[in-house]
């Protein structure tokens, strides 16, 4: 079921659009922090990470990943180290990695080169690591559709203020006496207000704000 059949389904008393949907999910999913790049929400997606990675080892190979995005499909990783050496790069598919329940992260061998004094006046070979999988939730958890039902009212008020319907409701005051509440910003204001409230106490479920690998993050999300 579709996160607009959902809320279709759920939402009493509320022309349901699917434009209005597409808003409140992209508005979520930064509130998030699912939003890494454009169009980027949290239902059900692929994911690319790219990672630094050391360019030796000296004594153990085995580099620990912890994937940025939860939930996750453990068996759709796929881990490819790039090979940086001056202008040309190479492509090694990593083959041999461990998933760990118990600490959440992946165990990677990668085929890095013992380390050693290299040429000082070469070119440094630099590796990383690019990691693909698919992360999200296929739909709304039930336990917040509630949430989005109320969040989704006041996406419909603000889209009604942004198409000059209330205008002609402030017309019609008195000279210099504007009813703040009806114009667009306020609306924004008291909708985040709302938002903000309910974060803190629900949506913190699926938020990666707080996620484990932004402090073990050694590269960059894309």
């Not at 994937?67 to 202008?87: A, N």
């Not at 040429?119 to 992360?135: E, F």
């Not at 198409?163 to 114009?183: R, S, V």
């Amino acid at each position: 079921m579709t996160a607009l059949d959902q809320l279709t389904s759920y939402c009493d008393c509320v022309d349901v659009k699917e434009s209005d949907v597409d808003e409140l999910i992209n508005l979520i999913s930064s509130y998030t922090c699912w939003m890494q790049k454009p169009c980027d929400t949290f239902l059900t997606a692929e994911r690319t990470e790219v990672i630094d990675v050391p360019d030796c080892v000296c004594k153990c190979d085995l580099f620990k990943f912890y994937p940025f995005y939860e939930p996750f499909d453990k068996d759709s990783f796929t881990f490819t180290l790039i090979e940086q050496d001056g202008i040309e790069e190479t492509e090694i598919p990593i083959t041999e990695y461990s998933y760990s329940i118990a600490d959440n992260n992946f165990r990677i061998r990668l085929p890095l080169k013992d380390c050693e004094c290299g040429d000082p006046c070469g070119c440094p070979v630099t590796y990383k690591l690019i990691v693909t999988y698919i992360a999200g939730y296929d739909e709304i958890p039930d336990c917040l559709i509630p949430v989005f039902c109320e969040a989704l009212q006041w996406i419909k008020i603000k889209n009604t203020c942004d198409c000059a319907e209330c205008q002609p409701c402030q017309a019609e005051q008195e000279e210099g006496i504007i009813d703040e509440t009806t114009l667009t910003g306020r609306l924004q204001d008291y909708f985040l207000g709302v938002l903000s409230y309910q974060y803190h106490k629900q949506l913190s479920l699926i938020s990666i704000c707080k996620s484990e690998a932004y402090g073990k993050l050694w590269g960059l999300v894309v």
